[in-house]
């Protein structure tokens, strides 16, 4: 086989040569508009986050954080409700109808099948997703879910819980702080007015509650707990956990008297979003944090996208050779480390910055240039329902899709509209954010 030089210089040993090679390459731009150009999608994918749960927390723990008591849910905490069950079911709808007209699924349930691999972690939501989108992009009655036994902590979604690597806690808090100015109580300044709109809400008129509250500590940063190598404690972890369940309210369909007590609409929501993407961005989306809790994923995912180039089998990918759709559902924390490791953004209406919506997912398709055998280029995005398609539980369609934003990767994005990026550049950069002592052997 004669390889193409990106492959050889991937599977150099000695990852201080690999250094070397990567401080000599420049990266080219790319562009295309396969629509007009011909070019082939050989391979998409989706890293997604589960749909509509309930709070990971029960009403009584949540019972502290407002005035009157929590709304009911249906299902015990950190479950899939039935309404995000039909959520997800009309976004893999939208991802069948839109990968069949690129040629990457053909609508016939025998010849699809092997096209789509699906790999969730082992929560019951994560589950549920993949086996919903499966049965949305083959057609078939249940489709064949790849994830570890129930209790098992998996490297590709929960690195620090499965152990891999040896991160340094103080240096993961050093590097929060330090985006911080080193004093917490900046940020709580910063995004006081914020945090006065979410105790309206929590509280009632005048926002005050009657004794003793949670919001009362300061912010701090501190080492992580569940698949966290960092944490915050007080009002901006508080401001997020309660900003998570008024999200989740709305989108999952309850009456407006039940969401935030009848105080949160859908534009109170997208002001307090800045709380919810405030936590993730310094808690999971710092890049210290994002290379420990991400390396290994991204690297998994640049193994795939390499073997769909070649066409033959690369150690780390997941899936055979031949897959066109690659479907990986991880949770908020995954999208905001692959996120903050690559520094990409995104932004979508009805939001704030980099949102990790239920459902949501940042794409990544591989395509072919027409009538160029080894030309190939990474294209970028973050595709998901807005706040009020997921309320109203619209129907997508390729004329009535949900939100998207193309997403600039940079050192290897080019030129706009979709700003693609050659993928012997997408490899480079990502092999330098990726650190190597963070990557699990065995997947």
Same mark, same amino acid.
């Not at 959520?87 to 096209?115: K, N």
């Not at 702080?177 to 006081?192: C, F, I, S, W």
């Not at 009657?210 to 992580?224: I, K, L, Q, Y």
């Given at each position: 086989?004669?390889w193409?030089?990106?492959?050889?210089?991937?599977?150099?040993?000695?990852?201080?040569?690999?250094?070397?090679?990567?401080?000599?390459?420049?990266?080219?731009?790319?562009?295309?508009? @396969?629509?007009?150009?011909?070019?082939?999608?050989?391979?998409?994918?989706?890293?997604?986050?589960?749909?509509?749960?309930?709070?990971?927390?029960?009403?009584?723990?949540?019972?502290?954080?407002?005035?009157?008591?929590?709304?009911?849910?249906?299902?015990?905490?950190?479950?899939?409700?039935?309404?995000?069950?039909?959520?997800?079911?009309?976004?893999?709808?939208?991802?069948?109808?839109?990968?069949a007209?690129a040629?990457?699924?053909?609508?016939?349930?025998?010849?699809?099948?092997?096209?789509?691999?699906?790999?969730?972690?082992?929560?019951?939501?994560?589950?549920?997703?993949?086996?919903?989108l499966?049965?949305?992009?083959v057609?078939?009655?249940?489709?064949?879910?790849?994830?570890?036994?129930?209790?098992?902590a998996?490297p590709?979604?929960?690195?620090?819980?499965?152990?891999?690597?040896?991160? %340094?806690?103080?240096l993961?808090?050093?590097?929060?702080?330090?985006?911080?100015?080193g004093?917490?109580?900046?940020v709580?300044?910063?995004?006081?007015?914020?945090?006065?709109?979410?105790?309206?809400?929590?509280?009632?008129?005048?926002?005050?509650?009657?004794?003793?509250?949670?919001?009362?500590?300061?912010?701090?940063?501190?080492?992580?707990?569940?698949?966290?190598?960092?944490?915050?404690?007080?009002?901006i972890?508080?401001?997020?956990?309660?900003?998570?369940?008024?999200?989740?309210?709305?989108?999952?369909?309850?009456?407006s008297?039940?969401?935030?007590?009848?105080?949160?609409?859908?534009?109170?929501l997208?002001?307090?979003?800045?709380?919810?993407?405030l936590?993730?961005?310094?808690?999971?989306?710092?890049?210290? @944090?994002?290379?420990?809790?991400?390396?290994?994923?991204?690297?998994?995912?640049?193994?795939?996208?390499?073997?769909?180039?070649?066409g033959?089998?690369?150690?780390?990918?997941?899936?055979?050779?031949?897959?066109?759709?690659v479907?990986?559902?991880?949770?908020?924390?995954?999208?905001?480390?692959i996120?903050?490791?690559?520094?990409?953004?995104w932004?979508?209406p009805?939001?704030?910055?980099n949102?990790?919506?239920?459902?949501?997912a940042?794409?990544?398709?591989?395509?072919?240039?027409?009538?160029?055998? %080894?030309a190939?280029?990474?294209?970028? %995005?973050?595709?998901?329902?807005?706040?009020?398609?997921?309320?109203?539980?619209?129907?997508?369609?390729?004329?009535?899709?949900?939100?998207?934003?193309?997403?600039?990767?940079?050192?290897?994005?080019?030129?706009?509209?979709?700003?693609?990026?050659?993928?012997?550049s997408?490899?480079?950069?990502a092999?330098?954010?990726?650190?190597? %002592?963070?990557?699990?052997?065995?997947?």
């Amino acid at each position: 086989m004669n390889w193409p030089p990106w492959f050889r210089a991937r599977r150099v040993q000695a990852w201080t040569g690999v250094a070397v090679l990567i401080a000599s390459l420049v990266c080219t731009a790319g562009r295309a508009d @396969p629509a007009a150009s011909g070019d082939e999608l050989r391979l998409a994918i989706i890293l997604t986050r589960h749909g509509v749960r309930s709070p990971l927390q029960t009403n009584e723990a949540l019972a502290t954080f407002a005035a009157q008591p929590w709304p009911r849910w249906e299902v015990a905490p950190g479950i899939q409700t039935p309404r995000g069950n039909a959520l997800i079911a009309l976004m893999g709808d939208y991802y069948q109808a839109r990968f069949a007209e690129a040629g990457a699924l053909s609508g016939d349930p025998a010849v699809d099948g092997p096209r789509v691999f699906i790999r969730t972690d082992n929560d019951q939501r994560t589950i549920e997703t993949g086996r919903i989108l499966g049965k949305s992009l083959v057609r078939v009655v249940e489709p064949e879910v790849h994830s570890l036994a129930a209790g098992a902590a998996d490297p590709l979604f929960r690195p620090v819980t499965a152990h891999v690597g040896h991160p %340094s806690t103080q240096l993961a808090i050093a590097a929060v702080l330090g985006r911080m100015g080193g004093d917490p109580a900046r940020v709580d300044r910063a995004y006081a007015s914020q945090l006065a709109q979410l105790m309206g809400i929590l509280f009632g008129p005048g926002g005050a509650p009657a004794g003793p509250s949670p919001f009362d500590r300061p912010t701090a940063v501190v080492s992580g707990k569940w698949d966290s190598v960092v944490t915050l404690t007080g009002p901006i972890h508080d401001a997020a956990q309660c900003t998570e369940g008024l999200v989740l309210e709305y989108a999952d369909g309850m009456a407006s008297a039940d969401v935030g007590w009848g105080r949160a609409d859908g534009r109170a929501l997208t002001d307090l979003l800045a709380l919810h993407e405030l936590y993730f961005d310094l808690a999971q989306r710092t890049f210290y @944090p994002a290379q420990v809790q991400g390396s290994n994923l991204a690297s998994h995912i640049v193994d795939t996208l390499e073997q769909a180039a070649l066409g033959d089998p690369v150690p780390g990918a997941l899936g055979p050779p031949g897959e066109r759709i690659v479907v990986l559902v991880g949770h908020d924390t995954n999208i905001a480390n692959i996120g903050g490791l690559f520094g990409m953004n995104w932004w979508i209406p009805g939001t704030q910055a980099n949102p990790m919506l239920p459902g949501g997912a940042l794409v990544f398709e591989l395509w072919k240039r027409a009538g160029q055998t %080894s030309a190939f280029y990474v294209r970028t %995005s973050y595709v998901v329902q807005t706040l009020d398609q997921m309320r109203e539980a619209t129907t997508l369609t390729l004329a009535n899709p949900p939100a998207r934003s193309p997403i600039f990767v940079p050192g290897c994005s080019g030129e706009g509209p979709a700003f693609d990026a050659p993928l012997a550049s997408f490899v480079r950069v990502a092999r330098h954010v990726i650190d190597p %002592s963070f990557i699990a052997e065995d997947q």
